[in-house]
């Protein structure tokens, strides 16, 4: 009832309790912003982002929801910045908050995220996957592989690697030839991986390597697997910059 009544003040008011040295008034403030949608506060709560700005994890991890609720997709990257967070709860928000936007621009963060310290958001990106199910997943990984990023790049290769779905050994042996190191010992990884399931692509480009030191498999977070339930559509614009050819 307060936040309701709070959400019914003017703009400064709001902006004032959003600035407040006090963190249960910074709290309210908050919850009134995200049930008054008012984009007139997004810059108050942008100069607000951030631990040396927030230094309370669970008003972090609320902030990216409000932002969310306030910019939109066009705040697609500020989410991403919570994947930074040193608070693992406040990631696993971020990832959270991603996912619901159900945009291809969004998901090369989730897919980042698999490689996250903590197995919170780790698990929390898988989730996401799973949801768009392996086909989706090719696309998105084929778009960042194409970036001129090497996070990106990596990510991508990590993903598949990880998940071991058959038809990404085309990808994978693409990725053989990539500038980076480490996303060439990655992707020869994924292809080991393969291997071992019987995937002839996969075997087909090990061989034309030649021998070389058996890669560490990754350990799969528990709860993906790609094959189960229903893909949901995403939106696709482009999400990445290409490589020059």
């Not at 998901?107 to 980042?112: A, D, K, S």
């Not at 194409?146 to 990596?154: A, F, G, H, I, L």
Request: aromatic letters at 2%; one cysteine or more; a positive charge.
């Amino acid at each position: 009832k307060i936040t309701a009544e709070l959400a019914k003040e003017s703009i400064p008011v709001l902006a004032a309790k959003l600035n407040s040295s006090n963190a249960h008034v910074r709290a309210s403030a908050l919850r009134a912003t995200a049930i008054r949608r008012e984009k007139l506060l997004l810059p108050v709560l942008l100069d607000r982002l951030g631990p040396a700005q927030e230094p309370d994890p669970e008003l972090r991890a609320i902030q990216v929801r409000v932002l969310a609720i306030l910019g939109g997709k066009d705040q697609v990257k500020g989410v991403a910045g919570f994947l930074e967070d040193p608070d693992p709860e406040c990631r696993t928000a971020a990832l959270d908050v991603l996912a619901q936007y159900r945009d291809v621009a969004a998901f090369p963060f989730i897919v980042r995220a698999l490689q996250d310290r903590d197995p919170r958001p780790q698990q929390k990106a898988a989730a996401a996957l799973i949801k768009v199910g392996p086909v989706n997943i090719l696309k998105i990984c084929e778009l960042m592989m194409q970036s001129d990023r090497p996070w990106s790049r990596d990510a991508a290769v990590f993903c598949l690697a990880l998940t071991g779905i058959p038809d990404s050994a085309r990808l994978l042996e693409e990725s053989l030839k990539d500038p980076d190191e480490v996303v060439r010992k990655k992707a020869r990884m994924g292809l080991e991986k393969l291997a071992d399931k019987g995937v002839p692509a996969a075997k087909a480009a090990l061989a034309k390597e030649g021998a070389a030191p058996r890669s560490a498999t990754p350990e799969l977070p528990p709860v993906v697997q790609l094959e189960s339930g229903p893909a949901e559509d995403i939106a696709s614009p482009e999400p990445v910059k290409r490589r020059a050819a």
